[in-house]
């Protein structure tokens, strides 16, 4: 017990996500960071756009709460959510770039994700939710079953499955979702294409800190150039060999796949062209989820690629 009040109490004074929560101008700061970042799929802005969507969004909101509330330009907030005491954003110059970008850090992104979960859905799918959770049990039970005779009773058994809906189809007999139950799968998914796109900013950031690693160890070892170079390849081979590592390489691959790129088009246009979903009026996440999930992806390729290039003055 007192360890867990230890561990909250540190969470509390020491995570951004925390710190964020308990800002004087969290309302502010969440609306404005989640509007330009999270609904517009924003992996960066330069300082000056970003500045003048914040000007303007604070002209605004002057108007609303008055001026006094408010007194900072919106060039001087952002510098103030992105101090080192705050780390709401993280501000960095690109490469041959003479302006500053800033982005949302993973930590602040999960406090605006857990604003949003307070917000109260009319409509909560559980049937959907505990048919997905047995869908993955199921999954994880066969492909780590280990005994071949198992496995082909099990897969046995799927195809007995799909012959009755074969003759049941067969017979003019139609087999599909409800309307309630298409929009709760439609939301469901639209849960998880959020979360996916927001866990790469925590897969971005720790690629960034290999890479500072690597760095601090070019510039501070006294070891010779093999030494350094050994030790240094050992760390991205680990990282690539990590499960993050292996992840991110089996999803690139799916995500740059043509052929799943068109399975995937091809069923979101299915999906979009529903009854139920026309008529819930969804957003444009899913429409262009596979374009998000390439910006994403390559964004932290991207910062692969500087881990590379930290290496490259002492493999040449």
């Known amino acids: 017990m007192i360890n867990n009040y230890s561990q909250l109490d540190n969470l509390r004074s020491q995570h951004t996500a925390w710190r964020l929560l308990r800002a004087d101008h969290?309302?502010?700061?969440?609306?404005?960071?989640?509007?330009?970042?999270?609904?517009?799929?924003?992996?960066?802005?330069?300082q000056s756009e970003l500045a003048s969507l914040l000007d303007d969004y604070l002209y605004k909101l002057r108007e609303l709460k008055g001026a006094e509330r408010f007194p900072k330009s919106g060039k001087a907030y952002l510098e103030?959510?992105?101090?080192?005491?705050?780390?709401?954003?993280r501000k960095y110059y690109p490469k041959?770039?003479?302006e500053a970008d800033f982005d949302?850090?993973?930590?602040?992104?999960?406090?605006?994700?857990?604003?949003?979960?307070?917000?109260?859905?009319?409509?909560?799918?559980?049937?959907?939710?505990?048919?997905?959770?047995?869908?993955?049990?199921?999954?994880?039970?066969?492909?780590?079953?280990?005994?071949?005779?198992?496995?082909?009773?099990?897969?046995?058994?799927?195809?007995q499955v799909i012959d009755q809906e074969i003759a049941l189809l067969e017979?003019?007999?139609?087999?599909?979702?409800?309307?309630?139950?298409?929009?709760?799968?439609?939301?469901?998914l639209e849960d998880t294409a959020q979360h996916l796109l927001s866990d790469f900013r925590q897969v971005e950031q720790n690629f960034r800190e290999l890479d500072t690693q690597i760095r601090e160890k070019i510039t501070l070892?006294?070891?010779?150039?093999?030494?350094?170079?050994?030790?240094?390849?050992?760390?991205?081979?680990?990282?690539?060999?990590?499960?993050?590592?292996?992840?991110?390489?089996?999803?690139?691959?799916?995500?740059?796949?043509?052929?799943?790129?068109?399975?995937m088009n091809q069923w979101l246009q299915l999906i979009f062209e529903l009854e139920p979903i026309v008529a819930a009026q969804p957003d444009d996440l899913l429409k262009r989820i596979h374009h998000r999930l390439l910006e994403a992806g390559e964004k932290s390729a991207t910062d692969i690629g500087a881990v590379e290039r930290a290496i490259a003055p002492l493999s040449g």
Not at 131 to 145: A, K, M, N, R
């Open 26 to 46: 969290a309302p502010l700061i969440i609306d404005f960071l989640s509007q330009v970042f999270v609904q517009q799929n924003r992996r960066s802005a330069s």
């Open 80 to 89: 103030d959510w992105a101090r080192a005491d705050t780390a709401y954003l």
């Open 96 to 98: 041959d770039a003479d």
């Open 104 to 159: 949302l850090s993973p930590a602040a992104e999960k406090a605006l994700e857990w604003t949003k979960s307070l917000e109260q859905r009319q409509f909560i799918g559980t049937e959907s939710r505990l048919q997905s959770l047995l869908e993955q049990l199921h999954s994880l039970v066969q492909l780590t079953e280990t005994d071949p005779q198992v496995r082909i009773a099990e897969l046995k058994q799927q195809q």
């Open 171 to 188: 017979t003019q007999q139609t087999l599909s979702y409800d309307p309630t139950q298409v929009k709760e799968r439609f939301y469901q």
């Open 221 to 263: 070892s006294d070891q010779n150039k093999g030494s350094v170079l050994t030790e240094i390849f050992g760390d991205q081979d680990s990282i690539a060999e990590s499960d993050q590592g292996k992840s991110f390489r089996a999803f690139w691959a799916l995500i740059m796949s043509p052929q799943r790129q068109q399975q």
